[in-house]
C-alpha cells in the first residue's frame, strides 16, 4: 500500500466500494466505454483484416510446402 497523500484521484481509485460521486461515474464510464471499444474494434478489424491476412497465410504456407517438397 502507498503512501496516503491526502489526494484522492477518481483516475486511480481501486476502491470497488468507494461511495465518491467521480469516482463511482468514472469506473461506470470507463467500463462501458472499454466494453463498447473493444467489442467495436473486434468486429470491426476481424471485418477488415481477418479474410486476407487468413488467405495470405495460406497462400505463404503453400508456397513454402511446394519450395520445400521440390528440393
Known sequence: MGVLTGEHRYQTC???GCERFACR???EGYAAGYGAGHAAGM???YAAGYAEGHAAGYAEGAAETADAGSG
Open 14 to 16: 481501486r476502491d470497488e
Open 43 to 45: 468486429a470491426e478489424g
Open 25 to 27: 461515474v468514472y469506473k
